[in-house]
């Protein structure tokens, strides 16, 4: 749609642009409902290629990629609290960024709503997880940037992979690694690990983020239409799921530190 | 000084955990002494010569959702340029140009200095060195991003993000926005008269009408002795004037900026840098960087 805001502290383009508009496509993927998933089965996961360490400026860092899913995560902390109020636990906090070419249509650099609701469910995932009762007056800064962007579910379960690699890669005390699984169901079936395209054929998806190390769910995000046993078929899914993308990020996070 | 030497030569083997401490705590504590000690041996903190520049890596092309990417490594400051495409009315007064809108941002999540919030100083004022240059050289004739006389033609919003801080964005920001233009294909755009709407076809991808290369070399003068190319975030606050020179690839000259008196041991360097940057060594690098892509 139009994007007219005069920002006085960037260049700007003309005052109205529109993203461009594409000839009718012969195949409209909303409206068939495929029999089979294209490419992998139902609960094939992406592969996920992670790296800690690549941002030399920050305390812990991680690089996550799920084919078309591309986030960078750095960890800034922890360090003293700006507000004089005094906290005995340290505060988490988490922001997000979309880059302005990581979706279909340009995003404007202001930071929006969706931008907020996503720091929110990575925030919820991992608070749990982090031991904030050792780090009082301080405040640990988790800076996450989405360079590609495939699908909400795909960004808020890799994100807060991410985040907790790149906790884990600061050196921040934690009760264990925070991993996430999301799930569609599309007719009868279960997908895990939806792209944007299945997510949308889909009548409900679910995000479940747990620590498979003590075997707890720390968030789980439900959107759609879902009956109650499809809900707990979906957290079953995702939750045997998590332990193999635990052991993936474990690795990854031993080959870094073997390295340096 | 011995410390400094042992520092300087001892790169690849390690040193005991005690001398380790003490040197990262000089560092912090004495920035300009400790970058003294290394001048002095004609080296730099990170074991450089001083005209030397950090390893450069350019990949193309690794996303999807933009028009034209790019990502660059400079040493560890890494830049990350996407293209996005769309459509808009051309201005009154110039019925066939496009337009080209190129900003960089520096988030909180490259360097510590930097807080989350607005564009900062730094920001603002490198994405509009970016946009002179890349309008002044006119790396994209802007007529050829015309659809339709008066009525369409294409915006080109090329934003960049730093993801890693260290030191001289704008050299590598530079590269990214280029490379990725570079990269760019746009869908072939039809203009329907008689509805007033663009449709573009799914099929076909042009790749942009590029003109002109330019890239950049950044110089620093620290303690009004030694010139430094290419500086780190770490050398980058003690140098008291900073001279970037923008040539193209067939050594003309784009821009040039100072800041800062620009004097070295007594004399003017501007006509020193630009003949550097002018070099064909630097030259074919760029070249042969743009040739692979």
């Known amino acids: ?260 | 000084m011995a410390a400094a030497a042992a520092i300087a030569s001892s790169s690849a083997t390690t040193l005991p955990e005690g001398d380790t401490l003490k040197a990262s705590t000089f560092q912090r504590l004495h920035p300009k002494a400790y970058f003294e000690r290394f001048l002095a041996e004609n080296l730099r903190p990170d074991g450089r010569d001083l005209d030397e520049w950090r390893a450069v890596s350019l990949n193309v092309g690794s996303i999807s959702t933009a028009d034209g990417s790019a990502l660059v490594r400079l040493g560890d400051t890494t830049v990350v340029c996407g293209v996005k495409a769309e459509i808009a009315e051309p201005e009154l007064d110039s019925p066939e140009d496009g337009f080209l809108v190129p900003n960089l941002d520096l988030p909180a999540i490259c360097s510590p200095k930097f807080k989350p919030g607005p564009p900062t100083e730094e920001a603002q004022v490198l994405s509009d060195r970016l946009n002179d240059i890349l309008v002044a050289a006119g790396v994209v004739p802007l007529s050829s991003l015309c659809i339709e006389r008066g009525r369409a033609v294409w915006v080109l919003y090329v934003d960049a993000t730093c993801i890693n801080y260290d030191g001289n964005a704008f050299d590598a920001t530079l590269l990214a926005m280029v490379a990725a233009l570079k990269n760019t294909r746009l869908p072939k755009a039809t203009f329907d008269e008689e509805t007033g709407r663009t449709t573009c076809s799914r099929k076909t991808r042009l790749p942009l009408q590029i003109s002109r290369l330019p890239a950049s070399m950044s110089f620093g003068i620290f303690d009004g002795t030694h010139i430094v190319v290419d500086p780190t975030s770490f050398e980058e606050p003690l140098l008291e004037t900073t001279l970037s020179v923008a040539v193209d690839e067939n050594g003309g000259l784009v821009s040039v900026t100072q800041l800062g008196l620009g004097i070295a041991r007594g004399q003017d360097v501007l006509m020193r840098c630009i003949a550097s940057a002018k070099d064909p060594l630097f030259l074919e690098c760029l070249v042969g960087a743009r040739k692979d892509r």
């Not at chain 1, 009082?136 to 800064?141: C, F, G, R, V």
């Not at chain 1, 934690?174 to 009868?188: E, Q």
């Not at chain 1, 046993?229 to 957290?235: K, R």
Request: glycine content about 6%; hydrophobic content about 40%; aromatic content about 4%.
């Open chain 1, 1 to 260: 749609m139009a994007q007219s805001n005069f920002d006085r502290r960037r260049i700007n383009g003309p005052d109205e642009s529109f993203p461009p508009l594409f000839e009718a496509d012969e195949e409209d993927p909303v409206h068939n409902l495929p029999r089979t998933r294209r490419g992998r089965s139902a609960d094939d996961i992406r592969p996920i290629f992670l790296k800690a360490g690549l941002i030399s400026q920050a305390n812990g860092s991680a690089y996550i990629e799920t084919e078309r899913t591309k986030i960078a995560c750095a960890v800034y902390g922890p360090r003293q609290s700006k507000t004089t109020v005094y906290s005995e636990n340290g505060r988490l906090n988490v922001e997000v960024k979309f880059a302005p070419f990581s979706c279909t249509r340009r995003r404007a650099p202001i930071r929006d709503a969706e931008d907020r609701s996503v720091a929110v469910q990575i925030h919820q995932a991992l608070w749990p997880s982090v031991r904030l009762e050792l780090l009082p007056k301080s405040t640990l800064d988790i800076f996450i940037t989405i360079i590609e962007n495939d699908g909400i579910e795909g960004c808020i379960a890799s994100g807060s992979v991410a985040a907790s690699a790149a906790l884990a890669d600061a050196g921040i005390e934690m009760l264990g690694l925070v991993v996430s699984c999301a799930a569609s169901t599309i007719g009868k079936e279960i997908w895990l690990d939806p792209t944007e395209e299945e997510a949308r054929m889909a009548s409900g998806s679910l995000i479940l983020s747990g620590m498979p190390a003590l075997g707890t769910i720390t968030n789980v995000w439900q959107s759609g239409r879902l009956t109650p046993e499809e809900t707990i078929q979906c957290m079953e899914a995702c939750q045997g799921r998590c332990l193999d993308i635990h052991t993936v990020v474990a690795q990854a996070l031993l080959d870094n530190a073997q390295v340096t």
